[in-house]
C-alpha cells in the first residue's frame, strides 16, 4: 500500500507492507487490487505494549469463493512489541508534498531569534498529597479545572487592572517552565527532586501572542518503574511540522543541525518513542485555548497535558448560553470556579506477559467485493491503542 495523506496533508507517496499508527494518528493509503480473484487478509497487532489482541479485515475480490471469515494457518509476521525500527523508518520517509503550498511553511525558515523554544520533559511521579501515581510535564501535572479554562482566560484578561497578555495572572492556573526545573540525564533513572512529589498540581498552560513561532521539544524519559514508554502527542486546534527527532537527550547545539527544514511533514500527533525526542514548530495563528496532551487515555487524565492559550484578550465575549451546562451541573460551585480543584484520577494497570501473542484471533472481521485492478484509498486510524497494520 501507498501512503499518500497524513492527517490532512498530502504527503510524498511512500509505499510500504505494513504501518505503526499510533492513538489519534490518521492515514490515507492507496492499494491496488491487482491480485488473483480471491479473499485477501490485513491484519493488525498491538504495539508498544507487550500483550493485547489482533484484528482482521478481508479485502474480498468480486467473484471470490465465499469464506468462513477464519484465519487459516499462523498469523502474520509482525514487528516485536518492543521494536522501534519500523516506526522510525515510516517517520524517516514521512514527508509534506509541496510545502510551499501551505502558507505557514515560512517558520521553517524563521530566525531563531524570532522562535520561542520549549523543552518539555514528561515525568512520572507520586503525589504526596493523594498518595496516587501522576505523570507531569516539567514537573506540573495537570489537573481538570472546574470550568473550561476559555472562562478563566477571558475573564482574567478582561478584569479591571489586569495585565496585558501574556503577563495576564489566570488565578488557579500555573504557567508551564520553558525548559525542566530539574534537569538531568533523561535516560537513567527519574531524578529524586521529581519522582518523590509534584512542584505543582494544577492546569498548566503555555501562554502565548498570535502569530509568535513556537518550537516544542518533547523528551522522553524513564517512569519510576525504570521503563521509558512511547507516547503520542496531540496539540488540538493546530497542524505542526515535525522538524526533527532522535534518541537520548536533546541536545540544542548539535541536534538542531540534523533538523529537516525542507519538506517536514505536517500533520498535528508526533510520536515520542521511548529514551527519545521529538521537536514540533508550528505558528500560533488560532486564538483561544488549545489542549496539547498524551492520546493514552490513562496518561491524560494522570496528568500528561498542558494548555496552549493563544492570545485569549482578543476573544470575543462568550455566547450567552455558553456556561448553561456549568451552572445547572450538579457539581458547579461558584465558590470553586477560580480555584485550582483538583480532580483526582485513578490509575490504570497494563497486564505484562511473556507471550504478547496469548489472545484468539476472535475479533470482527469485515468484508466487501472488490474488482481486479481497481485501486481503494483506505483511511487508517488508531483510537485507543498501539496499532500495527500489516
Not at 32 to 61: C, L, N, Q
Not at 210 to 232: C, F, K, T, Y
Not at 234 to 245: A, D, K, T, W
Request: aromatic content about 10%; glycine content about 6%; overall charge negative.
Amino acid at each position: 500500500m501507498t501512503i499518500v495523506e497524513v492527517e490532512g496533508t498530502l504527503c510524498e507517496p511512500f509505499e510500504v507492507s505494513s504501518l505503526d499508527v499510533m492513538p489519534g494518528q490518521r492515514f490515507s493509503a492507496l492499494v491496488t487490487m491487482d491480485k488473483d480473484p480471491d479473499s485477501y487478509w490485513a491484519t493488525t497487532s498491538v504495539r508498544y505494549r507487550s500483550s493485547g489482541p489482533y484484528g482482521g479485515i478481508i479485502f474480498r475480490y468480486k467473484g471470490a469463493p465465499e469464506t468462513n471469515l477464519t484465519l487459516n494457518g499462523p498469523f502474520p509476521d509482525h514487528p516485536l512489541w518492543n521494536e522501534t525500527e519500523p516506526t522510525e523508518v515510516l517517520e524517516r520517509n514521512l514527508v509534506t508534498k509541496n510545502i510551499d503550498s501551505y502558507p505557514d511553511h515560512d517558520v521553517l525558515s524563521a530566525d531563531e531569534n524570532a522562535i520561542r523554544r520549549f523543552v518539555l520533559v514528561t515525568t512520572q511521579a507520586t503525589d504526596q498529597a493523594s498518595g496516587m501515581l501522576r505523570w507531569a510535564v516539567n514537573n506540573v501535572t495537570y489537573v481538570m479545572p472546574p470550568k473550561p479554562f476559555i472562562f478563566s482566560a477571558y475573564e482574567a484578561c478582561n478584569v479591571e487592572g489586569a495585565a496585558p497578555w501574556p503577563e495576564t495572572i489566570v488565578p488557579g492556573s500555573v504557567v508551564l517552565p520553558e525548559a525542566p526545573p530539574n534537569p538531568w540525564n533523561y535516560t537513567e533513572p527519574v531524578h529524586e527532586s521529581v519522582g518523590s512529589y509534584n512542584k505543582e498540581s494544577e492546569p498548566s498552560m503555555i501562554p502565548a501572542v498570535e502569530g509568535e513561532i513556537i518550537e516544542v521539544i518533547l523528551q522522553n524519559a524513564r517512569a519510576l518503574n525504570n521503563v521509558s514508554e512511547m507516547h503520542p502527542w496531540h496539540l488540538h486546534g493546530y497542524s505542526f511540522y515535525v522538524i526533527g527527532r532522535g534518541n537520548g537527550v536533546y541536545d540544542k547545539e548539535n541536534d538542531m543541525s540534523s533538523y529537516n527544514l525542507e519538506n517536514p511533514i505536517r500533520r498535528d500527533t508526533v510520536t515520542l518513542l521511548p529514551l527519545g525526542w521529538t521537536a514540533i514548530r508550528f505558528r500560533a495563528t488560532n486564538v483561544g485555548v488549545w489542549t496539547f496532551h498524551c492520546t493514552m487515555t490513562a496518561h491524560l487524565l494522570m496528568g500528561m497535558e498542558t494548555l496552549l492559550v493563544v492570545s485569549p484578550d482578543r476573544l470575543e465575549s462568550p455566547p450567552p448560553g455558553s456556561r448553561a451546562c456549568i451552572e445547572t451541573s450538579l457539581a458547579y460551585d461558584e465558590s470553586n470556579t477560580s480555584s485550582g480543584t483538583t480532580i483526582e484520577a485513578s490509575t490504570t494497570t497494563q497486564a505484562n506477559s511473556d507471550d504478547p501473542y496469548n489472545s484468539d484471533f476472535e475479533d470482527t472481521v469485515t468484508s466487501g467485493s472488490l474488482f481486479k485492478g481497481s485501486a481503494i484509498l483506505i483511511i487508517i486510524a488508531s483510537i485507543l491503542g498501539y496499532s500495527h497494520f500489516d
